[in-house]
């Protein structure tokens, strides 16, 4: 028998982990994308996506027996506040999601800094000035984008991303897909969101994985490149999808669920 806090504190590992994994894979991809020419992504964009995608359901498979595989502080918000997740839970959560975004993007950067070199050597380019880092680890504002509307995409793209997990995963949804492929469905939902919007501003949809390898980045070197970033950017991709993920579980708590036919049955 497991004590409850034993339970908790492999909870936490696998929170860190899953966030691990996601960056480990979208990070390496990303690396794939911006730091080779030619690229093997740069006219297969739907390859990243789903790069992306399938980290997050491995990281599924690999930790949600263990603790749901929240991955996100924005959907650990969510479920606090609609799906009676615990309150004492949350900030411990979100810690250990950052921390597998901050060590994943160290092993992403133990991988490629040969490359990342390289390519800063060939573009004439110095670690505190260059590009790299935003191209690889965390987020920025697309051409023609200010900070603010990025903001508001944020907002947006969770939204869709919450509400989604919240169909996939609600108790009353028949159409919801069963327990063995819901993982599936959701790495799917990351991709398709990225395929569509994406280049607006890389589509971070997660707190933890923007600013767990931002953090990385200050310290590794690239300072105020990463913190506060150019046009003092680091907040948005934590601000926008905790109030996306909030408005999209809310949409789906308040105008879908109620009416599940199972779930007035049950009322």
């Not at 110095?126 to 603010?148: C, K, M």
């Amino acid at each position: 028998m497991i004590s409850k806090r034993k339970a908790f504190l492999g909870e936490l590992i696998a929170e860190c982990i899953a966030v691990f994994i996601i960056i480990i894979f979208g990070d390496s991809v990303a690396a794939m994308y911006t730091l080779y020419d030619p690229s093997p992504y740069r006219q297969a964009y739907w390859g990243v996506c789903i790069v992306w995608g399938l980290g997050v359901t491995i990281a599924i498979y690999v930790t949600g027996a263990v603790s749901g595989t929240h991955a996100n502080p924005a959907v650990t918000l969510a479920l606090a506040i609609f799906r009676n997740f615990s309150w004492k839970k949350v900030l411990p959560y979100w810690l250990a999601q950052v921390a597998g975004g901050f060590l994943g993007a160290a092993v992403v950067y133990t991988l490629f800094s040969p490359v990342i070199d390289h390519y800063a050597v060939a573009h004439s380019l110095d670690r505190l000035h260059d590009g790299v880092a935003s191209g690889v680890f965390f987020t920025h504002p697309g051409d023609f984008v200010s900070p603010l509307h990025a903001f508001a995409d944020e907002i947006i793209l969770t939204a869709m991303l919450v509400m989604g997990i919240f169909a996939i995963t609600c108790e009353y949804n028949t159409q919801a897909p069963q327990a063995n492929s819901s993982a599936l469905i959701v790495g799917l939902l990351v991709a398709a969101i990225g395929a569509c919007a994406g280049y607006l501003e890389a589509w971070a949809i997660n707190p933890a994985r923007d600013f767990g390898p931002r953090l990385f980045c200050f310290l590794a070197g690239w300072g105020n490149t990463a913190i506060p970033g150019p046009l003092n950017y680091w907040w948005v991709p934590i601000a926008g999808p905790m109030a996306g993920g909030v408005l999209g579980a809310g949409f789906y708590q308040f105008l879908i669920r109620p009416f599940m036919p199972s779930a007035k049955r049950s009322a």
